[in-house]
């Protein structure tokens, strides 16, 4: 019998008890007890205190790992007495102080946190005119990035979605993914339903988007007036005397200062004016992309296209091969068939130049059963990368299986340097679209962004985690240039952990993706159109 969560969570608790050396009577009953009566029990405690000893596994998938083949402490239980609680919470006690002394690792040697964190990219502009920071359009935007705008138009795409067309004059501060600050001048908003909740505050008054299309003029002297051109906004007046947000809907206005609110002067030409159509510069941004469908198989293969194109050299291969292999490996599909992982099966597809250290996007709908086991987390997708300053480690995209660092069943994504997590569960049964974005960092010591979507929707940043070792300095044939998926992947290839659940319309994309496009891959199955790229050779 299986452990449910809940079960798994409290013997986590008691394993630190013990570690920590709060063991109660109770709590040391309880463990006899489980011990005594179940092998779910005891095959989690080894599972557990095996992992706690390699505690980075599930900090970043960055760490030597042992080879398959190391010794297991199967059969432990079967040679102990009476006296066997004590010697498991003496060995508890060993492990665990490597798990506190890990925990506190600190960076090591030729790794540094990342200094600044890019949550918005200038993405298109007009006769723009810099005070101070010059921009061009594909400038990366950091949080705390100030723009001063003398004249012109700016176009500012933040991670979440959301799209602001600034003019100038008109200061700016960004302030995350999420929201941002005007000081003073001109912008129209507009965002997507994925990225609700968008605010941009001013001293007059706060605006969060309910989905919508608005207007805020500044002028920089406590007052703004707030348009709405397309569905409705909350304005939350920052006078003291006014306590209540209120809602305003498509071409509804109000002016906010600090006398109070008041009706925008001249609101009919101005929402003449903000509903004409603006062209902005927008270089082309070529694009390749790998894409597997999952709809045939032939002989073991899943054929891989550029959409419109065949790709010859991309096919997915079932492992292990076989008739069989292939009828268990199809499943019904969010776009016609898929592939199915049952927990024993993997796939791998040659990726020429995947492990290098370059912009990319993973996107792919995945399905994971409710009564996913913990032990069928591992990775969805996983492939080699190599930095020339963090060495070469696997990078993972799976469903977070580690209760002491977040939400068990959202999106993980962990890579060199750090781990990205979610917000919302994976293990409810419904497809769910995920996209995984890659951006090299600007120094080879720093690890690269790694931001995540699910549904469209932005969900968890990557952060650095304190590695336990330097990665392998060696180039590795043997896994390098190739896309493993439904199975973790270890330095000489594909180990026995395995994942569990469907897979579709997985595709890579040769730069970083914008919101935007990754909503279309969501919604249509297939890109924008934009100036594609040669495929991949």
Known sequence: MNLSDKEI????????????????EAQRARLETWFA????????????????????????????????????????????S????????????AVGAMWLANRSTPLAPGVTSPAEEFVARLTGAKGCQWVGDKFQTGDTLRKGQHLELAGGFAEITFDSGAQLVLEGPAILDVTSAWDTTLRRGTLRATVPPEAIGFTIANEAVDVVDLGTEFTIIADGKGAADVLVLKGEVEATPQQ??????????????RRFAHGGMSDVSDSASKFAHFNQPLALERPAQEVSYVHWSFDEAAENRFPADAFDTPLDGFAARI?????????????????????RFDGRLFARAGFRGLSASTPRTIAFWVRIPEDAQLSSAYAMVAWWAESEGLGARPVHISWNRNP???????LRTDYSGGF???????????WHHLAVVFIPARDANTPAEVKQYVDGRLEGEGHPSPPLSAGSTESNPGVRDTLWLGCRLGD???????FRGDMDELCVASRVLEPREIVQLMKEGRPLTTTMAKAPE
């Open 404 to 410: 002491n660092e977040g939400q068990v069943g959202v």
């Open 9 to 24: 969570l409290e013997l986590n608790d008691l394993c630190s008890a013990v570690v920590d050396g709060t063991l109660t």
């Open 319 to 339: 492992e292990p091969a076989g008739p069989a292999a292939t009828r268990v490996a199809a499943a019904e599909g969010r776009w016609n068939r898929g592939l």
């Open 240 to 253: 003291p005397s006014v306590q209540e947000s209120i809602l305003l809907r498509e071409y509804e206005a």
């Open 82 to 93: 009476g006296w066997w609680v004590g010697a498991l919470a003496t060995a508890a006690c």
């Open 492 to 498: 000489t290839g594909p180990r026995k952990n395995r």
């Open 420 to 430: 990205a997590l979610g917000s919302s569960s994976l293990r409810d049964g419904r």
């Open 37 to 80: 009566t179940s092998d779910a029990a005891r095959r989690a405690y080894v599972r557990a205190m095996d992992q706690s000893a390699s505690l980075h596994h599930y900090a970043s998938e960055m760490h030597a790992e042992a080879p398959d083949a190391s010794p297991k402490p199967a059969g432990v239980f079967h040679a102990l």
